[in-house]
């Protein structure tokens, strides 16, 4: 019998490959740090600590002689009973009396009494001022020394003066006074995902009929 013809092969044309999606965007813009807010400026004057009130004046002795300070002993009790009177006179620590001269005339002791605002009342030193001032209470502040008040003759009180000072120095601690440095906004680079691979596709095998 004759033999038949082989059927033509079919042709197949490959598909044509895409990808599965486009490739992902940044979800968002990055975010960046906001800088922090400028710092408080410095004070352009400096800070008030405290204030004190020095109270001055001279003490004068009439029967009192100058060479009786050339004995140690008696020039170390005197002194000490002086800024002890007038420390309690005035209500205020011995700390705060000094004297600054002892001079003849025929003793005239010049003092300085410190009244701080940290403590001691405010007004102490107005009042203490006019009691010194005035003669008629001047006599009181050494009333509580015997030996002041009766060895020496007539006690007189003058030249008192009141001195306002306003401390200004730092405290002992020291403070970091450096403007703070801004932070630098950070940077951040958006991440891209990579395409998908493109599919493979296996082009179809056909097999060609055998004949016998």
């Known amino acids: 019998s004759p033999t038949e013809a082989p059927t033509d092969l079919p042709t197949t044309t490959s598909p044509t490959a895409s990808p599965t999606s486009s490739p992902t965007s940044p979800t968002s813009s990055p975010t960046t740090a906001s800088p922090p807010e400028a710092p408080t400026p ?5 800070p008030t600590f405290s204030s004190y009130d020095a109270v001055s004046s001279i003490v004068s002795f009439s029967d009192m002689d100058i060479a009786a300070f050339t004995d140690p002993a008696f020039n170390a009790s005197f002194r000490t009973e002086f800024i002890s009177n007038l420390a309690d006179a005035a209500g205020v620590q011995t700390s705060a009396v000094a004297i600054g001269s002892i001079s003849a005339g025929s003793v005239r002791v010049a ?5 701080d605002s940290l403590t001691t009342a405010p007004g102490s030193a107005a009042i203490f001022e006019e009691t010194l001032s005035n003669a008629a209470t001047s ?3 050494f009333a509580s020394s015997a030996t ?14 009141v001195n306002n000072m306003v401390r200004t120095a ?8 450096a403007a703070p440095t ?11 995902s990579s395409p998908t691979n493109s599919p493979t596709t296996n082009s179809p095998t056909t097999n ?3 004949t016998n």
Request: aromatic fraction near 8%; hydrophobic fraction near 35%; avoid cysteine.
């Open 42 to 46: 410095s004070p352009t004057t400096a």
């Open 170 to 177: 730092a405290p002992t601690t020291s403070f970091d006074t």
């Open 148 to 161: 002041l008040a009766s060895l020496y003759g007539t006690i007189s009180i003058t030249d008192v003066t």
């Open 111 to 115: 003092s300085t009494l410190i009244f």
């Open 208 to 210: 060609s009929p055998t």
């Open 182 to 192: 801004k932070a630098s906004a950070p940077t951040f680079s958006p991440t891209t």
């Open 139 to 141: 006599g009181g502040v």
